[in-house]
């Protein structure tokens, strides 16, 4: 605490603050009471009038209060900085407030309404005052200095009459109508009225206030305190007896009289705005001094966040109390009930608040220091946090929206059916399932803490984000020391996401577990262990999002023996030579990798014994969806479909091809390094050209892999080579799309993915090449031209990649149509919160609702026999009884594959089967017959079939 500003501080000044910010809410109690729309007559009535005169003051103190705390204020950089707090609370008010009318009134919220509720002030429905307020505040400099500018106090009572005169003036004269004698006795029979003086700069009326609040603060009133309070009372009952007799018999009339730029207001605000300042505040208790400085701070955020609270209290107000004049009483419950939840909440929003405000500083301060240390490169971890920031911020808002596919709900139900009780190896079939290990705690946590899994999907995808962003912050540490282009290369492997599919699964686990895995081990101290323990950690994890990775372990293995043959030799600066195939790397790297080996298998054997598993295993291998080949028939399939992922890609393969293999019979090739890279950047343009116009469709994945090509040239141009790199990150990763190739029936598509880990090295090799080229000419004719003419198409090549990257993700959801469409946004289920096509969410909303029947049933085995595999999600804690929630394909192969399943696992036959009626089995009819044969019983409503044994 401050107690030397404390005691500077006038105290009568906090008691305005906190007398306008109640009175705001008072005026509000009648907004929501419904006062206006009730008949006035009556004392009750009366009364009401009299409070709403009254508290029509709140604003006008705010105004009055702002002139005359910023009377001294002059321009300067520094002031400007003022508004900071103001508008960092108004930004968290408006975001609790659209949260909350996101969860109370099915408000659309995401990051662009967020954005555009944020510019357009709608947001936080009370912040018109903070539009205002900002104008006010920047044209303050200014409106000081035509005050001070003005030599006397006559010449500054001239500014004061003439700004009241053209802003409260005209609500005094123009308010009457003359054309009719009726009128005068009933004014509520006509609305029309002569104007008598101008009322154009009616809206100027802030500006006259603010010079009020000068006024006072510079000369202040000589009026008696006692003459100021009968001045003050005899205008409130004067006023209020005007406005009941200008609305008996009708609803309120509202007219200019009353608004803020009214005479009413701003008679009654400026008297009372003197009558407190006159409170001998320098005798109070320090402790009460302090809790009206702490009050007095929370004004703003009470007056914002106080819409949340009045949506809550007044409906209660208005159901349990029906007539309204029987609701006055109540005034003195609800708006002190209101007053103290929002202070409360505003508490919090100034906590927050100066949290950010002080990150920001201490940021600033960062920046300041690193412009003035000689080491500039250290400007490249702001870089790093801004693209970052904006990176995340931009995927968030693309967790909201898509919801086509199948595939991703079921990366969720093998983690879920194990929280159920389900074991690995033994219930699960489908070959991808010891990536769910990796899940289940993700799962289980959720599901503990909401009883459900409502909006799980929705929520996995955000968990994606934080993970897949703490990796590549986590791999950025490591290569920080490269420069600016660790940079890019980890924002936009950020950026990209296998498939487009926004959650955690065995293709994005997968990838940011080989990256991570091989960003440790080449950037590892190798005489340090926990490194080493962790990269062994993450390639075990790896191996569970794709068992044949566990070859790359053989290959370590061999690469070690290789390291102690040539370690004899005079090959010192041969790869193998590298400490990174040391038997003690090797050691703690393994052990790292044991322990969750170790883990797993305790948890696998503790549901499953190893019978049942090899009982198991020959029906997971002949997954149908999988077949099985040799080894040099995948080799086969995995460069012929690179050769034929685009009808002409083959000609970027034949241009690189060649290329390289000039590049490397070139003995002088360093000395032609601009030539190559121009040649190379020119082909992965064209290859990136090329994928682009079917980018959002079949080719995603493929926008990661020219850049391949890039890393190939840079490292091979370079001369001092990130050997290690080399090994363990950018061939981890061609051996990574290899394994893919080996477990999955999506080829290229998973080749090009897996080369997003090598590509985080192709940065740090194009990083090193040019640094190499700024510091060595090239030994060539035009040489200087060549060598910019490299740079820049460089740079170009990385900000087209970044720009194909950001359009894609922007345009493309996986299996469902581009975000502008996808207008609807999914109420309930595991998919809550998604916004899809109408046609999707209604289809969903049916079935969801035709499974939330189940949950008054017997809890039994469940086979959905559908593709939908969020269904079994839906069922929440009913116990699958299938094989795997994939459905391959809605036909006589899933069913004999079922069928295979019951004979191995009885205990999994199902009681209820459900079969939505938009599914495709060709043989549906004999499905149900086939059913009904072996006891079950068959209903039917206009969504689907149910069977129950």
Request: net charge positive.
């Amino acid at each position: 605490m401050d107690y030397e500003k404390l005691k500077k501080r006038d105290s009568s000044l906090d008691i305005l603050r906190i007398i306008a910010v109640f009175t705001v809410l008072s005026v509000h109690f009648f907004l929501h009471n419904g006062f206006y729309s009730q008949t006035i007559e009556g004392t009750p009535m009366y009364v009401a009038v009299v409070m709403r005169t009254l508290f029509s003051v709140c604003v006008p103190l705010f105004m009055l209060l702002t002139g005359y705390l910023m009377s001294k204020k002059e321009l300067s950089k520094k002031y400007y900085s003022g508004i900071t707090k103001t508008l960092v609370v108004f930004v968290i008010s408006t975001l609790a407030c659209m949260i909350y009318k996101n969860i109370a009134q099915g408000d659309v919220f995401d990051l662009k309404s967020f954005i555009l509720g944020t510019l357009d002030f709608t947001g936080s429905n009370y912040s018109w005052y903070i539009e205002m307020y900002i104008g006010l505040f920047l044209l303050t400099p200014f409106l000081n200095l035509a005050y001070g500018k003005l030599k006397n106090k006559k010449q500054k009572q001239v500014l004061l009459v003439t700004a009241v005169f053209l802003t409260i003036i005209p609500s005094l004269f123009n308010i009457f109508n003359f054309g009719s004698l009726d009128w005068w006795t009933n004014p509520t029979s006509s609305d029309e009225f002569q104007k008598l003086v101008p009322s154009w700069w009616q809206g100027f009326y802030p500006v006259a206030y603010y010079f009020v609040g000068c006024y006072i603060r510079e000369y202040g009133l000589k009026m008696k305190t006692r003459t100021m309070l009968v001045l003050f009372v005899f205008s409130l009952f004067v006023f209020s007896t005007f406005n009941y007799f200008r609305s008996y018999g009708t609803t309120f009339k509202s007219g200019t009289y009353i608004y803020w730029y009214g005479f009413e207001p701003f008679v009654l605000s400026v008297l009372l705005f003197l009558l407190i300042k006159r409170i001998k505040a320098d005798n109070f208790p320090k402790a009460a001094k302090i809790a009206l400085w702490k009050v007095s701070d929370l004004a703003l955020g009470i007056y914002l966040i106080s819409f949340i609270f009045d949506s809550i209290v007044y409906p209660v107000l208005c159901e349990k109390v029906i007539l309204m004049p029987d609701r006055l009483p109540y005034y003195f419950v609800t708006v002190p009930i209101v007053f103290v939840l929002s202070a409360a909440a505003s508490f919090i929003m100034n906590l927050v608040a100066k949290l950010l405000i002080d990150g920001f500083k201490s940021l600033a301060n960062t920046i300041k220091d690193l412009r003035s240390k000689p080491d500039k490169g250290k400007w490249q971890h702001i870089i790093f946090a801004v693209l970052m920031a904006f990176a995340i911020g931009f995927s968030l808002w693309k967790c909201y929206y898509g919801f086509g596919g199948n595939d991703e709900s079921f990366y969720l139900t093998i983690p879920h059916r194990l929280t159920l009780g389900d074991s690995l190896l033994g219930d699960e079939w489908h070959l991808t399932q010891l990536s769910g290990f990796l899940l289940l705690p993700f799962v289980w946590l959720y599901t503990m803490i909401t009883q459900s899994t409502v909006g799980i999907i929705f929520a996995a995808r955000v968990f994606y984000v934080i993970c897949h962003a703490v990796i590549v912050c986590v791999i950025y540490s490591r290569l920080k020391k490269y420069g600016y282009f660790s940079v890019f290369g980890c924002v936009l492997y950020f950026l990209f996401t296998p498939f487009d599919i926004m959650a955690l699964s065995y293709n994005t686990m997968g990838l940011d577990l080989i990256a991570l895995t091989g960003v440790l081990m080449a950037t590892a101290d190798y005489s340090k262990k926990l490194p080493l323990i962790i990269s062994g950690l993450a390639f075990a994890g790896a191996v569970l999002c794709c068992p044949y990775l566990a070859a790359v372990y053989v290959m370590y293995i061999i690469a070690i023996g290789v390291h102690y043959v040539i370690k004899k030799t005079a090959l010192n600066k041969n790869l193998f030579n590298s400490k990174l195939f040391s038997i003690k790397t090797f050691l703690w790297f393994t052990l790292g990798a044991g322990i969750l080996a170790a883990i797993f298998l305790v948890f696998v054997l503790s549901r499953v014994s190893i019978n049942e598993i090899f009982s198991n295993l020959p029906y997971l291998l002949a997954d149908p969806d999988h077949p099985q080949m040799g080894f040099m028939a995948k080799m086969n399939y995995y460069f012929k479909t690179i050769v034929e992922c685009h009808t002409h890609f083959k000609y970027v393969l034949m241009a690189y091809g060649a290329t390289a293999i000039v590049m490397l019979l070139d003995r002088k090739r360093r000395q032609h390094r601009s030539i190559y890279l121009i040649l190379t950047s020119a082909i992965v343009i064209l290859a990136l050209v090329m994928f682009m116009p079917t980018m959002t469709s079949v080719y995603y994945n493929a926008i990661m892999f020219p850049m391949i090509f890039m890393g190939i040239t840079a490292y091979v141009l370079s001369e001092n080579k990130q050997r290690e790199l080399l090994a363990s990150l950018f061939v981890l990763g061609i051996f990574y799309s290899v394994a893919l190739c080996f477990s999955s029936n999506q080829y290229f598509y998973v080749t090009a993915m897996a080369c997003t880990a090598s590509n985080i090295a192709s940065f740090v090799f194009i990083g090193n090449l040019i640094k190499e080229m700024k510091a060595n000419p090239d030994n060539l004719d035009y040489a200087v031209p060549c060598k910019y003419l490299a740079f820049v198409m460089t740079a170009f090549l990385i900000i087209l990649q970044a720009c194909f990257q950001i359009t894609v993700k922007a345009d493309h959801c996986f299996w469902d149509s581009e975000p502008k469409q996808l207008t609807q946004t999914i109420q309930n289920g595991p998919a809550k919160g998604i916004k899809t096509t109408p046609n999707n969410a209604q289809t969903y909303e049916q079935i969801y609702a035709d499974i939330s029947q189940y949950q008054n049933l017997e809890k039994g085995n469940i086979l959905f026999l559908t593709q939908k595999t969020w269904t079994y999600l839906a069922a929440e804690d009913f116990p699958y009884g299938t094989l795997s929630a994939y459905v391959t394909g809605e036909n006589q192969n899933s069913l004999a594959r079922l069928r295979s399943y019951y004979s191995v696992n009885s205990k999994k036959i199902p009681k209820y089967i459900y079969i939505p009626k938009d599914s495709e089995w060709d043989n549906l009819q004999q499905i149900l017959l086939e059913a009904q044969q072996n006891g079950y019983s068959l209903s039917e409503n206009e969504v689907s079939y149910k069977l129950v044994k």
